[in-house]
Every structure is written in structure tokens, then in C-alpha cells.
């Protein structure tokens, strides 16, 4: 959060600040709105916040969120291990999955 709150500040010292931010995580995208709205920006119409990670802090600020597929990524490492566990040698994999965007009150 804290550096969410600094991160905010940096950019409205901008000449030209962005209309729109895009955070690393959840929390720290719940710093930038907490930073935008404190120096009396409004969010989205000022500024508007988007996350990743989908987390429950992001549904809990109604912040728009990029969510990963956590369950199935770890379904699918616990899988691959497991065969690594049973002999090496196998060929390697590739493996994408697709994060879903969660639009919400930020964006």
C-alpha cells in the first residue's frame, strides 16, 4: 500500500499525469487509489485504477482487476512436479493460461 500511496504522488508531479494506471498487484493498484484519492482525485473519472491478481482486496474496493487462474495454476505445477518426481527426461512444456479482466468501480 505504502508504496502504492508513493507511487500516486510521482505521478500526479507529472506535468502531464496519465488517465489511466495499470498496477503490478492488487495492493499496490489499492496504494495508487488511496494515493489518487487523498490528493482529491477522482477514480475513474480523474484517474482510473486497474490491478492484477484478482485478489478478494480487489473485489472488497470494488477495484478493477486482471485475475489469474490461481486454482488451475496450481493444479497444473502440482502436475508437472509430480511427473518430474516419477523420473526426469521428460520433454519440456509450454503451458498459457488466460487471465480474465474484472471490470468493477476503478476503471
Known sequence: MAGGREAARTILRR???PTAVIAHHDELAAGLL???RAAGRRVPEDIAVTGYDGTDLAEA???TTVAQPFAETGRIAARLLLGLLDGPGGPSQ???LT???IVRATS
Do not use: I, Q, R, S
Open 61 to 63: 474496493l470494488g477495484l
Open 15 to 17: 506535468e502531464d499525469p
Open 34 to 36: 488511496a494515493g489518487f
Open 94 to 96: 509450454h503451458v498459457n
Open 99 to 101: 487471465p480474465t479482466l
